[in-house]
């Protein structure tokens, strides 16, 4: 089994910065995709930022700029530096992976329990 555990989350006021974690342990033979969604009640789940093996990444238009993606291979760790946030940013974010757990497997999705952030004054 693969577990995501994700920390960071809180409340910030408008301006500020947050940093979000995302550490995958457990059965891991290979770690493709990394990233983050969010959500906030009564809308779909929308993709914020992705980041590859290769670390190519990929954001949302409406956090370009803002938000930066990493991760650490070493670590099986994704991260969300979150600058300059606003209001809107508010939701649960949700980190992925798209995890092989064994050689003779593919590749899964799994998905975090979700971390809350607020922003708000």
């Known amino acids: 089994q693969v577990q995501l555990v994700e920390s960071g989350g809180g409340l910030v006021q408008p301006g500020g910065s947050l940093r979000l974690s995302c550490a995958a342990s457990?059965?891991?033979?290979?770690?493709?995709?990394m990233g983050w969604y969010r959500q906030v009640p009564g809308k779909e789940r929308e993709l914020v930022a992705g980041i590859t093996s290769g670390s190519s990444t990929n954001y949302a238009e409406s956090v370009k700029g803002r938000f930066t993606i990493s991760r650490d291979g070493a670590k099986n760790t994704v991260y969300l530096q979150m600058n300059s946030l606003k209001p809107e940013d508010t939701a649960v974010y949700y980190c992925?992976?798209?995890?092989?757990?064994?050689?003779?497997?593919?590749?899964?999705?799994?998905w975090g329990q979700g971390t809350q952030v607020t922003v708000s004054s």
């Open positions: 457990g059965r891991i033979f290979k770690m493709n995709a």
């Open positions: 992925y992976a798209d995890v092989m757990p064994s050689s003779n497997g593919g590749y899964y999705l799994k």
